[in-house]
């Protein structure tokens, strides 16, 4: 890939941002519109040098249609899906304040830094690098310091930060992070076992509903999901393209494959909470 290319003229707060990672054989499109939470047009082979157009066309195809019984604008889902964006499956960031409010976020990007560098232009490409987006719902008083990373071999990593930024404490339910999966990736792949006969492959078709594997060991173990994969059926270790999730953390946590109505297909994982294991006084993260 070209090196950064910042030479696009600034855009005014609000406005659409773009960027190109690509490293590996794999290539990451993240795309913020009208300054909303950034979402992940393209998670899978390289695309080659796209060009501002090509970058453009690519967020502009993964505009879902707007179908019946649903709201009159296409819904845009976030790596952090948001109730307040129309998504109606499960959502990224849950929890409340003790009056119950604060339970609806709509976190918005406020700026967005790549490999530290503060970055304000409307296209980007690059090879791999780490790029940062501060999000925030004022109104609320949260706000999300959210982590997209291409590493050299191609592997994609997240991480989210939530900061309570008001005075009220903030008890967490559950905060899950997502990738998108095409809608031929039919099949589901996992693992589950016993002592002896741990990393048992097991097999599903991704139907719409959620296909949930939760730990509640306190530690990973025998019995864990591992890796979560989607691919088209007959996937294996020589055939067939994967799109795969692990939840690198060491205590209780989830994975999980979701797929509604409208076709999106998503998978995702991050801590499992136990009810008031995490409840946030101002300015804590």
């Known amino acids: 890939?070209?090196?950064?290319?910042?030479?696009?003229?600034?855009?005014?707060?609000?406005?659409?941002?773009?960027?190109?990672?690509?490293?590996?054989?794999?290539?990451?499109?993240?795309?913020?519109?009208?300054?909303?939470?950034?979402?992940?047009?393209?998670?899978g082979a390289a695309l080659g040098s796209l060009?501002?157009?090509?970058?453009?066309?690519?967020?502009?195809?993964?505009?879902?249609?707007?179908p019946h019984n649903a709201v009159d604008v296409p819904v845009r889902v976030g790596i952090l899906p948001q109730q307040s964006d129309g998504w109606i499956g499960r959502q990224g960031l849950t929890g409340s304040r003790p009056d119950g409010s604060g339970w609806a976020p709509r976190l918005a990007t406020r700026s967005i830094s790549i490999d530290g560098e503060?970055?304000?232009?409307?296209?980007?490409?690059?090879?791999a690098a780490l790029v940062r987006?501060?999000?925030?719902?004022?109104?609320?008083?949260l706000a999300v310091a959210l982590e997209v990373e291409l590493l050299p071999t191609g592997l994609l990593r997240q991480r989210a930060t939530l900061t309570n930024t008001a005075a009220s404490p903030y008890a967490l339910?559950?905060?899950?992070?997502?990738?998108?999966?095409?809608?031929?990736?039919?099949?589901?792949?996992?693992?589950?076992?016993?002592w002896g006969k741990e990393r048992t492959p097991q097999r599903s078709t991704f139907t719409v509903g959620?296909?949930?594997?939760?730990?509640?060991?306190?530690r990973t173990g025998a019995d864990s999901a591992h890796v979560l994969h989607a691919g088209r059926p007959g996937i294996g270790f020589r055939q067939g393209e994967v799109w795969g999730v692990h939840t690198a953390f060491s205590g209780n946590h989830r994975h999980l494959a979701e797929q509604i109505n409208t076709g999106d297909r998503l998978l995702a994982g991050g801590e499992l909470l136990v009810p008031g294991e995490v409840v946030l006084g101002e300015d804590e993260e």
């Open 118 to 127: 503060p970055w304000d232009t409307a296209h980007a490409e690059t090879g």
């Open 1 to 43: 890939m070209p090196p950064l290319d910042t030479a696009a003229i600034a855009p005014a707060p609000g406005a659409t941002q773009r960027i190109h990672l690509s490293a590996a054989g794999v290539s990451v499109v993240l795309d913020v519109t009208d300054g909303r939470a950034p979402a992940l047009p393209h998670w």
């Open 210 to 218: 959620t296909h949930l594997r939760e730990n509640r060991r306190g």
């Open 51 to 66: 060009g501002e157009a090509g970058l453009d066309a690519i967020c502009a195809a993964s505009v879902p249609p707007v």
């Open 173 to 194: 339910e559950e905060l899950t992070l997502t990738v998108p999966v095409p809608g031929d990736a039919d099949e589901l792949l996992d693992f589950a076992g016993r």
């Open 133 to 141: 987006f501060e999000l925030a719902d004022e109104e609320l008083g």
